[in-house]
Nanobody
Framework: QVQLVESGGGLVRPGGSLRLSCAAS????????MAWFRQVAGKEREPVAA???????DYDDSVKGRFTISRDDAKNTMYLEMNSLKPEDTAVYYC??????????????WGQGTQVIVSS
């Protein structure tokens, strides 16, 4: 069973920065998408950024230009660099991986989440 462990959350002032990490228990092969989601209490979990196995990335409009997603395949780790943080970025951030295999199947894994609080 794949395990994903997030770290790097915490309390930061508006305008500050944080870097989240998601360490996977194994390396993914073939086609996959690694992503960050976030969730505020009482609201649905929403996608923040994603990076695919071919290296392409995508961002929610609310974080474009401020957040950067990346991965280090040698360390089986994905990162989310968050700059110019705003109070509305406050949420629990979750790591997600979708692995696409043949026959057409998809396996999905979630981390336990890490809390980010942006407040003065």
């Amino acid at each position: 069973q794949v395990q994903l462990v997030e770290s790097g959350g915490g309390l930061v002032r508006p305008g500050g920065s944080l870097r989240l990490s998601c360490a996977a228990s194994e390396r993914f092969g073939g086609r996959y998408v690694m992503a960050w989601f976030r969730q505020v209490a009482g609201k649905e979990r929403e996608p923040v950024a994603a990076i695919s196995s071919n290296g392409s990335s995508d961002y929610d409009d609310s974080v474009k230009g401020r957040f950067t997603i990346s991965r280090d395949d040698a360390k089986n780790t994905m990162y989310l660099e968050m700059n110019s943080l705003k109070p509305e970025d406050t949420a629990v951030y979750y790591c997600n991986v979708k692995v696409f295999e043949i026959p057409p199947t998809m396996s999905e894994y979630w981390g336990q989440g890490t809390q980010v609080i942006v407040s003065s």
